[in-house]
């Protein structure tokens, strides 16, 4: 039986279990896989996990960050642990740009605008990094800054067009949707939420229809992004058309 789970705080919604069952029974591997719901100190308990005969394990909301510096990683986020705890990599951007193609969405050829600099955002930037421009916006100004200074492919959002907007903050106040009404979305462009089970997948819908554009929610990414660990882990990768078809019918 390999010991697999998701690391993270106040997690008790994560659909990581049902999708790391399905990739299980897909490819015939014995796994468990739980949730860790943890308060405080991932580190020591990633070490006790992994000492304990722990295989692989997610890491989740708020800790992609910590986990990252802990192992020395030239990334600012993690998300997945492997080879029994020696090693560890972001699978988030790699699974966004996965969605993006199976939903025939051209990224490479757009202008694309990511507001929400922390956790999987850091990720997704580094693998979109080939399409047309980059903007980026930002509850807090200085985090703007910071990050075109490191990377000079990033622009900051001065209300330029753009074709596709993705939002990669866990929540959305009232002022902050404000700011998503008057961000300037070409016709026929799409508006992705990162999140899955949450208030502003409601919200930016909502927007998303009063503008005529195309709304997508974060569970097709969770699916993908949660292949690639699982190729990581076990040098083979499932088929993810399936179990994205049973978690959209929830959604």
């Given at each position: ?63 992609k ?57 850091n ?8 399409c ?63 999140n ?5 997948n409601?919200?930016?819908?909502t ?45």
């Amino acid at each position: 039986m390999f010991k697999l789970g998701v690391l993270g705080k106040d997690i008790g919604y994560s659909l990581s279990p049902k999708i790391h069952l399905a990739f299980a029974k897909q490819l015939n591997y014995p796994i468990e896989y739980l949730i860790y719901d943890v308060d405080k100190d991932p580190i020591s308990f990633i070490s006790n996990f992994f000492s304990e005969g722990g295989f692989g394990l997610n890491i989740t909301k708020p800790y992609k960050n910590i986990v990252a510096h802990e192992f020395n990683s030239d990334l600012e986020s993690v998300n997945c642990i492997y080879e029994k705890g020696l090693k560890a990599k972001s699978t988030d951007g790699i699974g966004l740009v996965n969605d993006l193609k199976s939903r025939n969405i051209d990224y490479k050829n757009m202008n694309i605008l990511v507001y929400g600099l922390g956790g999987a955002a850091n990720s997704i930037l580094r693998t979109i990094s080939t399409c047309k421009k980059i903007y980026i916006t930002n509850r807090t100004l200085n985090k703007i800054t910071n990050i075109t200074k490191k990377r000079n492919n990033l622009l900051q959002y001065n209300g330029e067009d753009v074709d596709l907007i993705i939002n990669c903050a866990s929540s959305l106040d009232l002022n902050t949707l404000k700011d998503f009404e008057h961000f300037s979305l070409k016709q026929d462009g799409h508006i992705y939420d990162i999140n899955y089970a949450n208030t502003t997948n409601l919200n930016l819908k909502t927007l998303a229809d009063s503008k005529n554009v195309n709304f997508h929610n974060g569970a097709g990414m969770l699916v993908e992004q949660a292949a690639e660990c699982f190729h990581l882990w076990f040098n083979e990768k499932p088929n993810t058309n399936e179990v994205k078809t049973q978690l959209n019918e929830g959604f």
